[in-house]
């Protein structure tokens, strides 16, 4: 994204000479020049504050500048905070105004509904039950034009339709500018009160708190999955051939289960199984899983334990839900011939019937000491022919809907280029056979 | 399961709170009730924040919405421009109505701390109420008026959210029987974040209500909602995170490496010695996440240590291992401290960090004590104080012994 095309540069030095125009007629009555500067500083230090901690724009402030000010007075506003922010990629410049001008183009055209409704003087007065109509209007029409015009841009510099560009920012900026449009009206409201802006600076510190703890959030969930996957990578190497074959199992399920037409909620739910289906392999000893030659019928049993041990380990994890069923009855086949149980059909539960032909395509896909890798449609082949018998027709068949319509492209964190040689040919593993 | 020795702190609040209600509700049924839809309409909020509250970390109940609340109906003094005359009885009859409608499930759900949570929202409420109505009511504040007004309200909260630390660290200590000072600290962190929100959010609903009238609350209730919704967000990936932690740290003992529940009982027994020792809740948090995984290194081994007592291996083999955790730790994604504390807890005592002092000493114990038959602990400690020179922390050891004294094991939340 380094070279920014030549329309998407006209398109936003259009924008920008837009954005001057509504900027041109000077603030008249000389009681806005005060408010116009404390917002200006109060959004740019909360742009300071919130660009450290957490990305995204710190609505309130704005959304109380539209209901507290005109429209040329109110685009003002973001000016300052937008032209001084940072950004992290060249050419910044045109970054900066495009930035600028996005939201003093949003914030005019809400400002001026608002006034056009006459909302200012509802919130002068606080005559409440009115005051809520040309906000949520406000609110509206700002949501519409950052829409609008992010669209375009993505249109222009991306190639993405704009039309999908336009039916996805909509409904997702919506919400949450909403809320903080209520945010804003109280802040605004108490502005004009008695109390005065000492009061409306108060309504910022809970939106503050809610920002620190969604980051929080966030940070916590994502050192949650860097754990689970940690863990998963110590499988792999103690099992010493299936570098990222939990990973690509992961991504092999959740392609089936989309293609089942399944909810986001039970993607996520078969990921986590595909990825933790052989955590059981951590209590086999590694002596046996890295044994050269042929296993005893007695070491083979040790190892089909796995999915048991595997069960015991992520038993106390509630939310991975089903996908702990899954991750005992992976090996379970359609005949009833798997284990740890022998179930049968339908008495296998689906998931664990997915996860099952993701294994099993997986290990058929890459290489392992003991067989080279074989072609995707050789594997997918060998898989339509054991459907019915080991797997689930549906499932084989909907993996094979997806990986001939988008192909099978596995990225895997933690791929590091395989060291071939180092280990001596090892008999086949029950876990890793078809 | 709980021990009794409690001090007298815990009759005491609990006693003030009662006869609080008690008279409020005698006062209130003799004088009636004043503007009885603003009563009906904080009453409602305050009963759908108990109803969305939910268990902190520790023994820390969370209710924002419902705390925010309850004080802006302490602190309200107009409605619309209009005066109120609900007063101090008034206040906590409302909120302690609507609290216990809104804890109602939680009661049936068979939760216990309810009753030390009511005690506490009721006396915080009587206090706010108490420093604010008399004033309001007799004139004085006329000379508050405008910016002034709002910066008092400010004062007030801040007054009472201290008061509120000070309180619930008293019934903690009351209950658990942990040392007063962190549990203190660990309440007044809290209130940093958390408690200055809802300060801010109740003096920003008495101002918004008096101004704009009732139609603030459900304008102002939505954003309060949605950080209310993150914190629980948070709190849930906390948990799940603490649950992943645990169930893997188990790996090692279905892996045949270690005996079942040594990780588990590592760590309660850990914490405990950290709590007796003060340290705070974040560092808890180190502790219980590195004992959990101590013992992590010896997947890495090709054939496991007999019966995983790692104590009784040369100090270069069980530093190997230590260093073989630590890696795997880092790799994890946790907290960089889990892992420092997980590669040096093989070290010489005098250079470990304290979290590793008493990771090294409590596995010792453990593994000593394990099957040892009944006078096994006090052989254990007796070993681990003769060992006190190099090896074992003596002010670790010495704790490990008061903590044992008492039988902490068997605590809630902790065992």
């Known amino acids: 994204m380094e070279a920014v095309p030549a329309r998407a540069r006209v398109y936003v030095i259009a924008i920008g000479l837009v954005a001057l125009l509504c900027l041109l007629p000077p603030p008249t009555a000389r009681t806005h020049a005060w408010v116009v500067l404390a917002l200006a500083a109060l959004y740019a230090g909360c742009e300071q504050v919130a660009r450290r901690r957490f990305a995204g724009t710190f609505y309130p402030v704005l959304l109380a500048s539209v209901f507290l000010l005109p429209p040329a007075a109110a685009a003002f506003v973001p000016l300052p905070a937008a032209l001084l922010s940072h950004v992290e990629r060249r050419p910044f410049l045109l970054r900066r105004v495009w930035r600028a001008a996005r939201l003093v183009l949003g914030v005019w055209a809400a400002a001026g509904v608002h006034e056009a409704l006459d909302g200012c003087d509802a919130v002068d007065t606080s005559d409440f039950p009115y005051a809520l109509g040309p906000a949520g209007a406000a609110v509206l029409v700002l949501c519409l034009v950052l829409a609008l015009l992010d669209g375009g841009i993505l249109a222009l510099a991306e190639k993405a339709p704009a039309r999908r560009a336009w039916r996805e920012l909509l409904p997702r900026s919506l919400a949450p500018v909403a809320v903080h449009g209520t945010a804003g009206l109280m802040m605004a409201v108490l502005w004009r009160s008695p109390y005065g802006p000492v009061a409306a600076l108060l309504v910022l510190l809970p939106m503050g708190v809610s920002w620190w703890v969604y980051a929080q959030y966030h940070r916590e969930r994502d050192a949650h999955r860097a754990t689970i996957r940690a863990l998963v990578q110590a499988v792999d190497i103690k099992d010493g051939y299936t570098r990222g074959h939990s990973e690509r199992v992961g991504q092999a399920s959740v392609l089936i289960a989309r293609e089942l037409g399944m909810d986001e909620e039970r993607v996520e739910v078969l990921r986590f199984a595909g990825i933790l289906h052989d955590v059981g392999k951590l209590g086999v000893p590694t002596r046996l899983l890295r044994k050269d030659g042929p296993l005893t019928p007695e070491e083979r049993r040790v190892i089909e334990l796995h999915p048991e041990y595997g069960h015991e380990i992520v038993r106390g994890i509630s939310f991975l839900g089903e996908a702990r069923t899954a991750v005992l009855h992976h090996h379970e086949r359609l005949d009833g011939s798997g284990y740890p149980y022998g179930l049968a059909g339908g008495q296998i539960p689906e998931c664990a019937r997915v996860v099952a032909v993701a294994d099993a395509f997986d290990a058929m896909t890459s290489n392992r000491s003991y067989s080279r890798a074989r072609p995707v449609p050789t594997a997918l082949e060998e898989l339509e022919r054991c459907a019915g018998t080991h797997f689930d027709p549906r499932m084989v068949a909907a993996l094979v809907r997806a990986v001939s319509r988008s192909g099978w492209h596995p990225a895997v964190t933690a791929d590091e280029p395989a060291r071939p040689g180092e280990r001596p040919q090892v008999s086949s593993l029950p876990g890793a056979r078809p | ?415």
């Open chain 2, 1 to 415: 399961m709980i021990r009794h020795r409690c001090p007298l702190s815990l009759p005491v609040i609990h006693t003030s709170a009662a006869v609080l209600t008690l008279t409020s509700l005698c006062v209130t049924f003799r004088t009636g009730v004043h503007e009885g839809f603003l009563a009906l309409a904080f009453g409602a909020l305050v009963a759908v924040g108990e109803l969305t509250r939910w268990r902190g970390p520790g023994l820390r109940e969370i209710a924002p919405l419902g705390a925010a609340g309850a004080l802006a109906y302490a602190l309200l003094g107009e409605n619309a421009g209009l005066h109120t005359h609900h007063g101090v009885c008034q206040s906590v009859t409302i909120v302690f109505a609507a609290s216990l409608l809104g804890s109602v499930p939680h009661i049936a759900r068979g939760r216990s701390p309810t009753l030390d949570h009511l005690a506490r929202r009721v006396l915080t409420v009587g206090f706010a109420a108490v420093c604010f109505q008399p004033l309001c009511h007799s004139g004085t504040l006329a000379a508050w008026s405008g910016p002034a007004h709002a910066l008092l309200l400010l004062a007030l909260l801040t007054l009472t959210v201290l008061c509120d630390a000070v309180l619930a660290a008293a019934l903690a200590h009351a209950r658990t029987g942990w040392p007063f000072g962190p549990l203190l600290r660990d309440e007044l962190r809290s209130t940093l974040c958390i408690g200055s929100a809802v300060c801010a959010t109740g003096a920003v609903m008495a101002l918004a209500v008096a101004v704009a009238g009732l139609w603030a609350l459900p304008v102002f209730s939505l954003p309060l909602l949605l950080t209310q919704l993150s914190l629980r967000r948070y709190a849930a990936v906390r948990t799940t995170y603490r649950q992943t932690i645990a169930s893997l740290a188990r790996a090692t003992e279905i892996a045949g490496y270690t005996p079942a529940g040594h990780a588990l009982r590592v760590a309660a027994l850990s914490q405990a010695v950290g709590r007796d020792l003060g340290l705070t809740e974040p560092e808890l948090t180190v502790l219980e996440y590195a004992a959990l995984m101590h013992d992590i290194g010896q997947l890495s081994l090709v054939d496991p240590v007999p019966a995983g007592a790692t104590a009784a291996l040369p100090v270069e083999r069980q530093r190997r291992i230590a260093l073989l955790g630590g890696a795997v730790v880092r790799q994890t994604g946790v907290s960089p401290q889990v892992a420092v504390v997980v590669e040096r807890q093989a070290d010489p005592c005098r250079e470990q960090p304290l979290a590793a002092r008493i990771v090294r000493a409590v596995n010792a114990y453990e593994e000593k004590a394990r099957d040892a038959g009944p006078d096994g602990p006090l052989k254990a400690l007796e070993e681990l104080r003769l060992g006190t020179a190099d090896d074992y922390a003596p002010e670790v050891v010495e704790s490990l012994a008061r903590v044992l004294a008492r039988g902490c094991l068997t605590l809630p939340g902790v065992g």
